[in-house]
Every structure is written in structure tokens, then in C-alpha cells.
């Protein structure tokens, strides 16, 4: 079964720093291109960041451009997300999810989340 | 960037009833769209893709059509487990990756 569940959500003050973490399983990990996706309480969804297969290509929203880091260990079957300097709008559900093999397209599976609240 | 604006925010219908939800964009994706499905406390999943091509295990109550700007997503007839929010998302044109604002579809 694929799978990917993500980790490291938390309370921190603006300014500061958080890592999430996306375990995957259930599928090779290293041949598809990951992304986060977030949703802010009771609203729509957000693309944040994407990497692809070895990390050829990384995008970031204008929205955390300078702030986050994207990167992937694929022999550790897993997707981080370094954010610093967070601020209040920073505060969502964070999904990471898989796209199909041929690039970053659709968004299949997601997993279950990760809570990031920034609030003083 | 792509915007993708959807029609109604929230949609009132009854059980056994067709629900037609619309997604336009400010720009033409070609048939680059996909549709989910989110309810509450749970993840978002894929219904649709490329427009009209229904993901793995999705039933066939679900469909979608449409190209260039206007799309939609069809529930033949609704089921109780379908009550639910409903984003459009476009990849023609990326980064980045755009999703609209989301259909609430409620009991009526």
C-alpha cells in the first residue's frame, strides 16, 4: 500500500524554525517527484514547494521562496521540508503528496498531515 | 499564475440527485485539471485527472469534462458519502500548481 505520513508539526513563535519530515512507503520512492501542499484552518488548499526525482527540480511558492527548504533522502524513503522565519500565515495543515511518475502533475496519494502552528 | 475560480462555494442537494460543480480558469490549461474530493478531518483525494479520467477505484457516478477554461465535475447521483468539499487544481502552467477556492456540496 502506498503510503506517506508526515511529521514534526508543532506551536512555534513567529521567527522561528520547524522541520517536517514525509515517511513513504509502499512504493520507489526515489522515481517520483514529491510536494507539499498546505491548508490553512477552514480554507482552500495551497501548493508550497515540489521536488522531483533527484532533485533535478525544485519549486517553491512565492509564498515561502527564501524562507523553506525543500529535499528528499531517498535511501531513507523520505521528503523534508526546513522552515524558517515563520510568520502567522505560515500556520496550516501541511500534506506532502506524491505525483504521478512522469512529473509533477496531479497530487496521489496525500497523506494525513502535519499541524504547524506559528503564534506568539 | 493561473487562477482558478469555482462555482458555487456551496452547493444544496438531495440524496439521489445529480450535483454539477464548475471550475473555470483564467487562462487555458488544455485538458490539464484535476478534481478532489476532502472531507472533514481527512486529506484531500483524487477523483479526476486530465480532465475527464477517473483515478483508481473512483466510481463511475464521478465524472468530468471540459477543456481550455470552463470544467466540470458531474455526480450522477448522490450518495450520503459524498457530501464533501470539491477543489479543481490546474498543471498546464506551472509553477505554480493552483487550485481553486473549493465547492462545499451539503444536504439539502
Same mark, same amino acid.
Given at each position: 500500500e502506498v503510503q506517506l505520513v508526515e511529521s514534526g508539526g508543532?506551536?512555534?513563535?513567529? %521567527? %522561528? /524554525?520547524?522541520?517536517l519530515s514525509c &515517511? &513513504? /512507503?509502499g512504493f520507489a520512492f526515489s522515481d517520483y517527484s514529491i510536494s507539499w501542499v498546505r491548508q490553512a484552518p477552514g480554507k482552500g488548499l495551497e501548493w508550497v514547494s515540489s521536488i522531483s526525482r533527484a532533485s533535478t527540480y525544485i519549486h517553491y511558492a512565492d509564498s515561502v521562496k527564501g524562507r523553506f527548504n525543500i529535499s528528499r533522502d531517498d535511501a531513507r524513503n523520505s521528503l523534508y521540508l526546513q522552515m524558517n522565519s515563520l510568520r502567522a500565515e505560515d500556520t496550516a495543515v501541511y500534506y506532502c503528496a506524491r505525483s504521478p511518475i512522469i512529473g509533477t502533475r496531479w497530487f496521489d496519494p496525500w497523506g494525513q498531515g502535519t499541524l504547524v502552528t506559528v503564534s506568539a | 499564475e493561473i487562477v482558478m475560480t469555482q462555482s458555487p462555494a456551496t452547493l444544496s442537494v438531495s440524496p439521489g440527485e445529480r450535483a454539477t460543480l464548475s471550475c473555470r480558469a483564467s487562462q487555458r490549461v488544455?485538458?490539464? $485539471?484535476?478534481?478532489? @474530493?476532502?472531507?472533514p478531518g481527512q486529506p484531500p483525494r483524487l477523483l479526476i485527472y486530465d480532465a475527464s479520467v477517473r483515478a483508481t477505484g473512483i466510481p463511475a457516478r464521478f465524472s468530468g469534462s471540459g477543456s481550455g477554461t470552463e470544467f466540470t465535475l458531474?455526480?450522477?447521483? $448522490? @450518495?450520503?458519502?459524498d457530501f464533501a468539499v470539491y477543489f479543481c487544481q490546474q498543471y498546464d502552467q506551472w509553477p505554480p500548481w493552483t487550485f481553486g477556492q473549493g465547492t462545499k456540496v451539503e444536504i439539502k
Open positions: 508543532d506551536l512555534v513563535k513567529p %521567527g %522561528g /524554525s520547524l522541520r &515517511a &513513504a /512507503s | 488544455g485538458s490539464n $485539471l484535476a478534481w478532489y @474530493q476532502q472531507k458531474t455526480i450522477s447521483s $448522490l @450518495q450520503s458519502e
